[in-house]
C-alpha cells in the first residue's frame, strides 16, 4: 500500500511540472480600407530582434523547464499581416523595391509569469518599430501593448498563442491607427 502511494505521489508532482511551449504567430488587424496607397507599390520586411531565446516562463516550481517560445518564422507573420493592412490602403503590395518600403522590427514579445511558487499573474508585452521609407524621407514609428494576465491554473497552449496573436496584433494595430504615419504616406506619396 505504501508503495503504491508513492507511486501516485510521483505520479502527481510529476504532472504538476509544466513542459515547454512552443507557439505559432499570426496576429490579425483590422484595417478600415482607404485609397492612401492608389497606384504605388509596397514591401514589407520584418526583422526579429528579441533578446534572448524566448518569450519567458509560465512560471510556478517548475518555471525553468516551462519556458515560452516561438515555434514559427516571426518574421514573415508579422511581414505578412502588415502586408494585408496596406492592401486596405490600396497599395499593390512586393517582395522587394516597391515605391514605399516598411521596415517591421519585433523589438519585444513577453509571456512570463514572475511567480516561481505558483502562476497566478502573468505579465505581457510586445513592441514592434517601423521604418517606413519613401524616396529619401523616412517615418519612424514605434507601437507598444502591454498587459497582466490572472490564472489559477496553468493556461493551454492554445491560450497562451491567443493571448500572444491578440497582443501582437494590437500592437500592429497600432500602426494602422497612427494618423502621423497617414499623413506621411499621403505627403510622401
Not at 33 to 51: H, K
Not at 131 to 142: M, R
Request: with cysteine; aromatic share 6%.
Amino acid at each position: 500500500m505504501k508503495k503504491l502511494l508513492l507511486l501516485l505521489g510521483a505520479c502527481v508532482l510529476a504532472a504538476c511540472a509544466h513542459s515547454p511551449l512552443q507557439i505559432q504567430v499570426h496576429p490579425q488587424v483590422q484595417v478600415v480600407p482607404e485609397t492612401i496607397g492608389a497606384g504605388y507599390t509596397l514591401s514589407v520586411r520584418g526583422v526579429n530582434q528579441l533578446p534572448g531565446g524566448g518569450l519567458g516562463s509560465l512560471g510556478g516550481v517548475y518555471a525553468e523547464t516551462a519556458r515560452v517560445s516561438l515555434a514559427n518564422d516571426v518574421e514573415g507573420a508579422i511581414a505578412s499581416t502588415l502586408r494585408g493592412g496596406f492592401d486596405k490602403w490600396a497599395f499593390r503590395t512586393v517582395d522587394e523595391g516597391g515605391d514605399v518600403q516598411v521596415l517591421a522590427k519585433l523589438t519585444g514579445l513577453k509571456y512570463d509569469s514572475p511567480n516561481k511558487l505558483y502562476t497566478s499573474k502573468v505579465d505581457t508585452s510586445a513592441e514592434v518599430e517601423l521604418e517606413v521609407k519613401i524616396g529619401g524621407a523616412t517615418y519612424f514609428g514605434s507601437y507598444r501593448s502591454s498587459g497582466v494576465d490572472r490564472t489559477l491554473i496553468k493556461p493551454s497552449r492554445e491560450e497562451v498563442e491567443a493571448r500572444i496573436n491578440g497582443l501582437l496584433g494590437a500592437t500592429l494595430q497600432r500602426a494602422f491607427e497612427d494618423e502621423k504615419l497617414r499623413n506621411f504616406l499621403r505627403t510622401h506619396l
